[in-house]
């Protein structure tokens, strides 16, 4: 067995059967299988798979397992030489697969290999970023990447004709060696949702692997579906994660200054958020919603 697709879903039904719709159009042209995690879904998921997708191994949860939790269930059970973390709002393009697959044949360094992600109307998504520290979350959360890049990749600028290397690999489309995860471990089940990846390919890093970006493999990310059924809490989960992370790989210090300049960055959200009220503009309503969200993370943040 080449590859191993794991898809984690969670009330992504219709999402899901594109995704397997796609993988069967275009297929590994070597020997490949699909399992479907379903996190306790309540939009008959899991009869879908049965009925349309007999070939899929599917393990029903009882429970939700979250992103992590939901891969590490299948995981263990792989066969392939490779496996491919894939969201369920996902749809590969013609020799996606092929292309992540060959590349890591020809790349024995390489421990892992991203795709090119898109978004629906074919336009760039961002598949990859610097591994997150407290000086790069600094300069994403106040903007400064608009003036330099730094807590951000410029990917616009990158040549999509060559694989780059890269920190850290987007979990939508994320291929890794079996042989790998045997022995730097599964995903971490602490992040429930948000950061796994990071954690995953910051171990692999520190186990001597590289991590690249294939172009050449495109995927198109409908990008959120299953966290936009519990926007709010997934707001919180999102940094959640991010703290674990820092908690995790550095000093007590960087977290303590850490939550510092996620406060800051939420009082300065939420000190401007009058001004997008008063201009009336197209995004005036979402800058409010955001405002919400950082207000409640303001609330939250001294017990997280």
Known sequence: MKLSIVIVSWNTKDLLEACL?????????????????????KDDTVAMVREKFPQVDLIASEENLGFAGGNNR??????????????????VKPDALNELVAFM?????????????LNADGTLQPSCHPRPTLSREFWRMFYLDKLVPYGSYDMDKWDITQPREVDVLMGASLLVRKSILDTV???????FMYSEEVDLCYRLQKAGWKLFWVPQSQVVHFWGQSAKQVMAEM????YRAKL??????????????????????????????P???LRKSDTSGYQLHMAQHYGRLLITLPSM
């Open 244 to 273: 674990r992370f820092f908690r995790k790989h550095y000093s007590w210090l960087t977290v303590a200054l850490y939550k510092v300049v996620l406060g800051l960055a939420a009082l300065l959200r939420l000190a401007l958020a």
């Open 185 to 191: 471990g599964l995903l971490d089940e602490g992040y």
């Open 105 to 117: 044949d020809a790349q024995p360094e390489a421990g892992a290999a991203g795709s090119r992600l």
């Open 21 to 41: 719709n796609s993988v069967y159009a275009y297929p590994l042209y070597q020997p490949f299988e699909v399992w479907v995690v379903d996190n306790q879904s």
């Open 235 to 238: 707001f919180l989960q999102l």
């Open 275 to 277: 001004l997008s009220w």
């Open 74 to 91: 299948a995981i263990p059970h792989c066969s392939g030489e490779y496996v491919l973390l894939l969201n369920p709002d996902t749809e």
